[in-house]
């Protein structure tokens, strides 16, 4: 009587018939789970074991490293949008707008705030609960044929933030990143409402300031020449000047401020495994600071009612 053959399968696929071992774990695997190795074969799951264990690479902020700048895009792409919902339905605008207080009048007209005023009247912006203009207003530009730029608000704002922000996130990686882009634009929204409650704001230049704040701290941090760097942060200062009799002042630089904050302490966190815990904590102290600053200033100017 004649010996039975033995016979190996794959341990992946049972019917097929296998003479190849994972180099990893010694089981034998079939041409379609073979995985190249420096030498041999290996296993898919020994493949992706050993990818879990390979540390991944970050950047000199500790943000993982990207080639494509994919939260620019959805920035540039989110702005637009809110652009074109802008030119269907122009309410909008004065709905989302960034509004510490005001005024709206029994013939729905709007008006300049005050702490005592007719029954007949009612509050809007902030004061009324409308907490979200904080942020909204960041992402509305001036209509085609309002203000002194038209459609070129949102046109500059654009160019500005394709232009810095991609550098901006390829150097902090996409989470950080998001966490600058709001904070700022909620600082330049907070510094608006602590300064003039009462200004009708909007626009992403906030938001921008602070990624132009971010730009510098890190090249700084980072040894790069700083005479490019200067230059541009001169034409910063110098537009954060001019546009005080031009735009919203306070909201370029609370964003300029809230984004030096941030990237301070993104650049100067020990670099040990505590450091994404310093980030986020000083994130949070940030954001705590900003809301407990407009919860003050809503309540001084509704404490009289």
Known sequence: MEPESAVTTCYRHPAVESHVRCIRCERYICPDCMREAAVGHQCPECVREGARSVRQARTAFGGRITAVPLVTYVLIGLNVLAYVGELVRPAIVDRFEMLGAGLVGPDGGHYVWQDTYPSDFHAEGVVDGEWYRLLTGAFLHLPPTEGTFGILHIVMNMVSLWNIGRVVEVQLGRLRYVVL??????????????????????????????????????????????????RFMAGLLLWLLISAGLTSWQGHLGGLLAGAVVTLAYAYAPRDGRRALVQAGACAVLLVVLLLSAWAKVSELTGAQ
């Open 181 to 230: 882009y709001l904070l700022s634009a909620l600082g330049g929204s907070v510094l608006v409402l602590l300064v003039a409650p009462g200004e009708h704001t909007l626009g992403a230049s906030g938001a921008i300031f602070g990624l132009g704040a971010a730009y510098y701290v890190m090249a700084r941090r980072l040894g790069a020449d700083m005479a490019v760097v200067n």
